[in-house]
């Protein structure tokens, strides 16, 4: 064994060790925080988060028994449930994103229209179809007997087997699969974010010229109060595109190299290297550990639940964060006030 492969399997276990540690967190939030179920994105975060939790307990020690043993784990038939796994909870995490993008743009862009059109039943259909959806390709490739132990990638995936004789028939189900999956998830996430990014600058400038204004006004405040206020408006736009980057980011990141790799073995003459097979499939479960993080757990309302988590857990009594603000927090909070007012006398 050499320092590559007990790298990857150091690798597989902290990942699986953050992914199911951070999406029980994200469940237990939910089911603590009546704020966080009553949000129409919760239900595709739940449903992101259940699948991601699967992964972890089913995919993950699959693959490093693999890399560890470079054998198929356990019998034929539980390698062909994990591959059944494999298919169907990758294609949903890759769906609910798409879902939470969608959400995001309909919030965003049509905000006057969002409780009629994002209703928590609209949404449970969203996660209805990725069930389906996925559900579909799964059954296919377990029907065909497609589904096998890859030791390109040290896992049970959808494999085509040497002896096999329907290689078109796979190429074409491949193709169809990743063209209906990743490339379809890729071009809703690009869209609806870029949307959300448009109107948001479009927004921000328009919060920028009336804040200058009231800001000339208040000539009763701090100079530096002032310039602070502006600080945080250019905060804003840069926190907006950072946060979009991240989105697209990480989904390219994560996926891609993994989607890219499947579609160039379908070349008889291209053979992948073992090593890379493995990275590319640990690039695919970093996604399950990162998205508690990209999606949830930095959000306000999920650190508020976890916060009063920890002290219901510990006996103290709740309280609220406001009352440790420091001196200059207070003040802009004041600032932000003082020009809310302003501008509501101004509409």
Request: aromatic share 12%.
């Given at each position: 064994?050499?320092?590559?492969?007990?790298?990857?399997?150091?690798?597989?276990?902290?990942?699986?060790?953050?992914?199911?540690?951070?999406?029980?967190?994200?469940?237990?939030?939910?089911?603590?925080?009546?704020?966080?179920?009553?949000?129409?994105?919760?239900?595709?975060?739940?449903?992101?988060?259940?699948?991601?939790?699967?992964?972890?307990?089913?995919?993950?020690?699959s693959t490093l028994f693999g890399v560890v043993k470079r054998q198929k784990p356990f019998g034929d038939h539980f390698c062909q449930t994990v591959s059944f796994m494999d298919t169907f909870l990758t294609?949903?995490?890759?769906?609910?994103?798409?879902?939470?993008?969608?959400?995001?743009?309909?919030?965003?862009?049509?905000?006057?229209?969002?409780?009629?059109?994002?209703?928590?039943?609209?949404?449970?259909?969203?996660?209805?179809?990725?069930?389906?959806?996925?559900?579909?390709?799964?059954?296919?490739?377990?029907?065909?007997s497609w589904v096998d132990y890859s030791p390109a990638y040290a896992s049970c995936t959808v494999h085509l087997g040497d002896d096999d004789g329907s290689r078109g028939h796979f190429i074409v189900f491949t193709t169809v699969f990743h063209a209906c999956t990743f490339a379809l998830s890729l071009f809703i996430l690009c869209?609806?974010?870029?949307?959300?990014?448009?109107?948001?600058?479009?927004?921000?400038?328009?919060?920028?010229?009336?804040?200058?204004?009231t800001l000339m006004l208040l000539v009763d405040i701090h100079p530096s109060v002032k310039q602070r206020c502006l600080l945080e408006q250019k905060k804003r736009r840069r926190r907006a595109t950072k946060k979009i980057c991240i989105f697209i980011g990480s989904f390219v990141l994560c996926f891609a190299p993994y989607v890219i790799t499947r579609l160039t073995e379908l070349t008889p003459s291209v053979k992948i290297d073992r090593y890379w097979g493995i990275i590319s499939k640990c690039?695919?479960?970093?996604?399950?550990?990162?998205?508690?993080?990209?999606?949830?757990?930095?959000?306000?309302?999920?650190?508020?639940?976890?916060?009063?988590?920890?002290?219901?857990?510990?006996?103290?009594?709740?309280?609220t964060l406001s009352g440790h603000s420091s001196p200059s927090d207070m003040e802009n909070e004041c600032c932000s006030q003082r020009v809310n007012k302003l501008k509501e006398n101004c509409h």
């Open positions: 064994m050499n320092l590559l492969e007990i790298f990857l399997e150091l690798l597989i276990v902290v990942i699986a060790v953050v992914s199911l540690v951070a999406n029980l967190l994200v469940l237990v939030c939910f089911t603590c925080s009546a704020q966080v179920r009553a949000q129409v994105p919760g239900i595709f975060i739940m449903n992101l988060s259940f699948c991601n939790i699967l992964i972890t307990v089913l995919n993950m020690p294609t949903n995490t890759m769906l609910s994103m798409a879902a939470l993008s969608i959400d995001r743009w309909i919030a965003v862009v049509f905000p006057l229209t969002y409780s009629s059109k994002m209703r928590l039943k609209n949404a449970a259909l969203m996660v209805s179809y990725a069930w389906l959806h996925s559900l579909a390709f799964s059954l296919a490739a377990v029907l065909l869209f609806t974010y870029l949307k959300v990014l448009l109107v948001a600058r479009f927004h921000c400038k328009r919060i920028d010229v009336i804040t200058v204004q690039l695919v479960y970093s996604k399950a550990a990162s998205d508690p993080f990209v999606y949830s757990l930095l959000r306000q309302q999920y650190k508020k639940a976890l916060f009063e988590l920890f002290n219901r857990i510990l006996g103290r009594d709740s309280y």
